[in-house]
């Protein structure tokens, strides 16, 4: 039987050779490579700051720190997103304030934003905020690599006061503009307080594990590159390069956060192959679109012309009411074609944790939980083959005829 994964990776014999070059260097950890990296980032991006870590959830929390997210603080953050988004808020004892998503881009409700911070003006606490306590921020997840409208959220966050770390972990290289004559403005040119992206094995460009933080702010890069390595006064390349100090101070109690150099001289080459590397998702993209566009059966996620999308994720949403089979039985139909799809993704406020801990049901976040009944990824990935694709969709249109029997 053909099988289709979920992603397949495909590194260049360059970036190989670069990764062995650094082995070979006599500098593994944090070093010139990692600098290089973060600058060339942040040119790409258009930021000011780069600020290089060990994953992208490292990068949300630094943020979060450096903006001074306290005990009992409220924060934004979208039910649809993965488990990082909400846990660096409860690292810091702060409280996620689970917002609902549109339900075609799953990108937050900017809506039910408003809605619960009028509330919470009224003192109608959402879940896990008690009297007296604040909300101080917003985290937009650009889902999939579709950016959220970050002139809107610009608008919510100066009306009340809020700062905004934006989860980029899916959107680079991705840009936006409020209409189709404006000029483009790219994820993390100084968008948000904090924007911040992850290189994790398969997203749009990898180190295998890695994530960056990008600000205009010097003070916020300062805490956070000094918060990222234990709070020390200056950093280990300092410390153990001929032109560095021994003597470091610590001065606030920080974490272990920095990318090693052996997974930023992947960085570099994936960088320069990145909008190549985009460009190959997109087009693959427009392939599924092409031949789903019209079904009966799934809705396929918009292309918009003030967006460029990343398409870190190609999102289906499953017409259910029309189908006789659930998302799923669809989900094992194409396993048992061969086919990894995945789910992005149980929403936050229908997991155990945000249930039990805050009392969040399915009632509290309604698009999403819909949503969540309709929703699968097919697998999306530059070197996935039109053949490949072809196959995705039969096994995809088989799987919505004919309840799996496994
Ligand atoms: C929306 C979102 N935010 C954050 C993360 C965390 O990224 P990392 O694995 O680099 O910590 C992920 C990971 O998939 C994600 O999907």
Redesign the pocket.
Known sequence: MKTVPFFRIELSEAEIAEVVDTLRSGWLTTGPKTRRFEEAFAASVGATHALALN????A?HVAVEALGLGPGDGVLVPTM??A??AEVVRYLSGVPVLVDCEPGTCNIDLGHAEQILADHGKGIRAPGMSAGSRIVGVMP?HYGGDMVDVGAVRTLAARHGLWVVE?A??AFPAAWRPSEDAPWQRCGDNTGDVTCF???AN?TITTG???MAVTSSPELADRMRRMSLHGLSHDAWGRYTSSGAWDYRIVDAGYKYNLTDIASALGLHQLRRAEELRQARETRAGWYTARLGASREVMVPASRSTRRHAWHLYPIQLRTEALAVTRDQVMSGLRSNGVTASVHWRPLHLHPYYKERFGYAAGHCPAATAVFDRNLSLPLFPGLTVDEVDYVVAALQRACEVPATV
Request: proline share 0%; charged share 15%.
């Open positions: 994953s992208c959830t490292a949300l997103t993965f990082a988004t997840v989860d972990a899916h992850s290189f994790y997203k594990e890695g994530g």
